[in-house]
């Protein structure tokens, strides 16, 4: 892992409060606050309800974007990642119950509800914005 996906990485750790944006039926942009992971190979993921509008609206167009990080108003100075991505909602038992986590309680019944599932969302361009620098670093997918 280089130094670029560690600083990325960190941004995510334990898990960020993120603002993703998708784009409604009538082609314009949503954005609403969710709660995400990212795994070793920067592949992002969070929790959410089946019936949610965004669940429909990544159904309908995968294409996402994604920004998190300096959050903390005392903290001015955090670097903070933008998150150009396509996501998919998951709803195989195996993944729900390898996401689970006992907070979710608040929102499903278990890791079998039927309203919970998981968006994992695949980067293909992620720019690193730190505040003392003027350009972002950025990171992009290898070529498939």
């Given at each position: 892992m280089?130094?670029?996906?560690?600083?990325i990485?960190?941004?995510?750790?334990?898990?960020?409060?993120?603002?993703?944006?998708?784009?409604?039926?009538?082609?314009r942009?949503?954005v609403?606050?969710?709660?995400?992971?990212a795994?070793?190979?920067?592949?992002?993921?969070?929790?959410?309800?089946?019936?949610?509008?965004?669940?429909?609206?990544?159904?309908?167009?995968p294409?996402?974007h994604?920004?998190?990080?300096?959050?903390?108003?005392?903290?001015?100075?955090?670097?903070?990642?933008?998150?150009?991505?396509?996501?998919?909602?998951?709803?195989?038992?195996?993944?729900?119950?390898?996401h689970?986590?006992?907070?979710?309680?608040?929102?499903?019944?278990g890791?079998?509800?039927?309203?919970?599932?998981?968006?994992?969302?695949?980067?293909?361009?992620?720019?690193y914005?730190?505040?003392?620098?003027?350009?972002?670093?950025v990171w992009?997918?290898?070529?498939?």
């Amino acid at each position: 892992m280089d130094d670029l996906e560690s600083k990325i990485l960190a941004v995510f750790s334990p898990a960020a409060i993120a603002a993703l944006a998708t784009i409604t039926e009538q082609g314009r942009p949503w954005v609403r606050y969710v709660v995400v992971g990212a795994a070793p190979d920067l592949t992002l993921g969070f929790a959410t309800s089946l019936g949610s509008r965004k669940v429909g609206q990544m159904r309908a167009n995968p294409e996402v974007h994604l920004t998190a990080g300096a959050g903390d108003l005392e903290k001015m100075g955090q670097p903070y990642v933008q998150v150009e991505g396509r996501a998919a909602v998951l709803t195989d038992p195996a993944v729900k119950r390898a996401h689970w986590r006992e907070e979710l309680k608040d929102y499903f019944s278990g890791p079998d509800d039927p309203d919970y599932a998981i968006v994992v969302i695949k980067p293909r361009r992620i720019e690193y914005w730190a505040f003392d620098a003027r350009t972002p670093r950025v990171w992009e997918a290898p070529a498939a």
